[in-house]
């Protein structure tokens, strides 16, 4: 384990999180909201807010949200996000400290977009913060099987064979 990660995930209180990496919610919005699309079951908060430590070899498996997710770069190595887009295109974005080559500082995953995470350097580690709206709860969370990815999004076989859990069922309610 990389020591730095190991010092911020102790600091933190950070835990293992389902689909990789070690999180602790910071922050969840007392206030609700009811009136939500026909995908949410009942009322969420307005937004909740987690830390995300991604380190070495460790990844962020394949997943999709319901709502919108915002991620925010703290500190570490460069963070790439694979989103397979609807179509099945596939775009990557960086999280990282030199805008001028690109990378940002934060970016929005769009609700219902399949996404996964790793960082660039696989000795160090990626510290980030997510803000999802309307706040997260693990029911508008799934973790599709590896086999299904495939079968809906060919043409992305090997990022998927590379960035899915096969051992983890899906997780959705």
Not at 9 to 29: C, D, M, T, V
Not at 141 to 147: A, N
Request: include cysteine; aromatic fraction near 12%.
């Amino acid at each position: 384990m990389n020591k730095e990660a190991e010092k911020i995930i102790k600091a933190l209180n950070l835990q293992k999180h389902p689909e990789g990496g070690y999180f602790s919610e910071i922050y969840r919005s007392k206030e609700e909201i009811s009136s939500l699309p026909e995908r949410f079951k009942h009322a969420h908060s307005l937004y909740t807010s987690i830390y995300f430590l991604l380190q070495e070899n460790d990844y962020s498996a394949f997943h999709v949200l319901k709502s919108d997710e915002i991620w925010h770069f703290y500190e570490g190595t460069v963070l790439d996000i694979h989103i397979i887009r609807k179509d099945g295109s596939l775009e990557t974005v960086s999280l990282g400290r030199d805008i001028t080559k690109g990378e940002r500082y934060q970016y929005l995953v769009e609700s219902g977009q399949y996404f996964a995470a790793e960082v660039r350097d696989k000795s160090s580690f990626a510290l980030v913060g997510c803000t999802v709206s309307p706040g997260f709860e693990y029911e508008d969370f799934d973790m599709p099987k590896r086999e299904e990815l495939i079968s809906r999004f060919p043409r992305n076989k090997n990022l998927i064979l590379e960035l899915t859990q096969e051992d983890i069922s899906n997780t959705s309610s």
